[in-house]
């Protein structure tokens, strides 16, 4: 088993900034890729970014605002997110799998976080 605990979440004006913080724990070793979805009120979880144990990235449709990274550890990743809009607004969500793959989908991932809400306001 895998725990995903977020971290980071909060209230931001219009244009700024916030990082998110994900740290796996239990069978670490197990994880090939872990990354973040997003979920706004009323929508689909949203794919946002992914990073593998190479350090191998990917990303959704926030493509040059958000910059996904890992910590030293390979338990830790990190969610820089620039440049933050009302649309930005959601639960953050991390996620993990085992399989080999850089492209987190809701088929895929093996282990969920509890979220972390982000409200940017206007």
């Known amino acids: 088993q895998v725990q995903l605990v977020e971290s980071g979440g909060g209230l931001v004006q219009t244009g700024g900034s916030l990082r998110l913080s994900c740290a796996a724990s239990?069978?670490?070793?197990?994880?090939?890729?872990m990354g973040w979805y997003r979920q706004a009120p009323g929508k689909e979880r949203e794919f946002v970014a992914a990073?593998?144990?190479?350090?191998?990235t990917s990303r959704g449709g926030v493509q040059g605002r958000f910059t996904i990274s890992k910590g030293a550890a390979r338990s830790t990743i990190y969610l820089q997110m620039n440049e933050l809009t009302p649309q930005d607004t959601a639960t953050y969500y991390c996620?993990?799998?085992?399989?080999?793959?850089?492209?987190?989908?809701?088929?895929?991932?093996?282990?969920w976080g509890q979220g972390t809400q982000v409200t940017v306001s206007s």
């Open positions: 990073i593998s144990w190479d350090g191998t």
């Open positions: 239990g069978q670490v070793f197990r994880m090939n890729t």
């Open positions: 996620a993990a799998t085992s399989k080999p793959t850089v492209i987190l989908t809701a088929t895929n991932v093996d282990y």
